[in-house]
């Protein structure tokens, strides 16, 4: 799961999947804008099967959030 949550974050992003671990900070470290993060949580709904709730986005603030996110709630 990890793998597949960072290759998506880089892929998405387009940024160097070398720079993502569970720590990254989506806003900090990877300085992710409002648009960015609409299309990510756009792509890991069609990747997981799962719907984000908008009161969920907030707390998804580190890739481990997501990663933890996806695992609870993948179809």
Do not use: C, P, R
Not at 4 to 11: Q, R
Not at 17 to 44: C, M, P, Y
Not at 48 to 68: P, R, S
Request: charged share 40%.
């Amino acid at each position: 799961m990890k793998d597949k949550v960072i290759n998506l974050i880089a892929e998405t992003l387009d940024v160097d999947k070398k720079k993502i671990n569970e720590k990254t900070n989506l806003v900090k470290d990877l300085e992710v804008e409002s648009l960015d993060l609409v299309d990510l949580v756009g792509a890991f709904e069609e990747e997981f099967g799962v719907e984000i709730a908008d009161k969920d986005i907030k707390n998804l603030q580190t890739v481990g959030d997501i990663i933890k996110y996806a695992e609870e709630h993948e179809a």
